[in-house]
């Protein structure tokens, strides 16, 4: 969570530039490795995993967090506690906040889940692992969020917590989501039991080596699939409580537009982040930054096929 706290912080000269350039927009050059057909079927059949990475990564990770840079922390932060009713988690302020109207750089919010779960009934809600939205301020001049987030889905049961009677019969219907400060859509989905934070949606130029690339390299299950929409998440005991965070990509033909909004996914595990670089760097990812040690924790950056960045954190 801290990670990219850490990241702003860090003074070394010779480092710090080498990992603001990582969390940069993805590089143009690296759509010549994209298929031109983004709409073709995906087989409907298991892939084997073959690759040791997934074997690894499957059982021990979880979807950890997506950063966003946005004109104003503090709008943000307010619409999803205030008006979504999430929790405000780490932060770090700016330093000349007290002539400025924002006062935060960064910060973290859950929305939380529903503890329907027997195995987390004993246990503080704050210590399960949620999925988190990372915020960091961007001071671009005509900022733009882009095309590659296609919206961020809200679980139905975060506004019936106390009335599921009404959610099963249809008798009462979910509020409109206000408006998100930075234009993002936020929209009321469906979902089972577990994570408030329910999708996570991405547009996708190539939706067959996407699903190879979270499938068989990042361990994820595909959970639902059809020419336009890939369904994926971690399934295990990582996240107790539920179903957990849904990473969901949409078919596009459209040029996929950076933006400055989006910055990177992260991945938290309990595996080898020394492993899996191995394993990734042998299946021909890219890499934008080796294993490094901060924070108690090892962390890499992968590419993937849209040119999204990953970060993995876990174990040496």
């Known amino acids: ?23 940069q927009p993805p590089p143009i050059c690296y759509r010549h490795r994209l298929s031109p057909n983004p ?48 929790t405000f988690g780490a932060s770090l302020e700016l330093p000349d906040h007290d002539v400025s109207e924002d006062k ?81 859509s936020v929209q009321s989905s469906a979902s089972a039991p577990g994570d408030f934070f329910a999708r996570l949606a991405l547009k996708s130029n190539n939706l067959t080596e996407t699903f190879q690339f979270y499938t068989d390299l990042l361990g994820m299950d595909c959970k639902a699939q059809d020419e336009k929409m890939i369904c994926l998440r971690y399934e295990n005991d990582c996240f107790p409580s539920g179903v957990p965070t849904t990473l969901v990509f949409e078919a596009t033909t459209d040029e996929i537009l ?17 492993e899996i670089a191995d394993q990734l760097k042998i299946a021909g990812c890219e890499l934008l930054m080796k294993p490094t040690e901060m924070i108690e924790k090892h962390h890499i950056i992968v590419v993937d096929p849209n040119g999204y960045k990953v970060v993995v954190s876990g174990e040496k």
């Open 258 to 274: 950076p933006g400055d909004c989006f910055t990177h996914l992260a991945i938290t595990t309990s595996a080898s982040i020394t």
């Open 39 to 86: 709409l073709q079927q995906i087989p409907f059949i298991t892939a084997i995993r073959s690759t040791t990475v997934s074997a690894v990564l499957g059982p021990t990770s979880f979807l950890s967090h997506v950063t966003l840079k946005v004109p104003s922390v503090d709008a943000s932060v307010k619409y999803w506690t205030e008006d979504m009713g999430g």
């Open 104 to 184: 935060l750089l960064f910060a973290s919010v859950k929305l939380g889940c529903s503890n329907s779960n027997s195995r987390t009934a004993d246990k503080d809600p704050a210590s399960t692992p949620c999925f988190a939205i990372e915020l960091l301020q961007s001071t671009v001049e005509n900022y733009s969020i882009g095309n590659m987030i296609s919206y961020i889905g809200v679980s139905m049961l975060l506004q019936f917590q106390n009335n599921l009677l009404g959610v099963i019969t249809g008798s009462d219907k979910p509020r409109p989501q206000p408006d998100e400060p930075n234009g993002i």
């Open 1 to 23: 969570m801290l990670f990219l706290v850490y990241l702003l912080t860090w003074t070394t000269p010779t480092i710090v530039p080498t990992f603001i350039d990582a969390f």
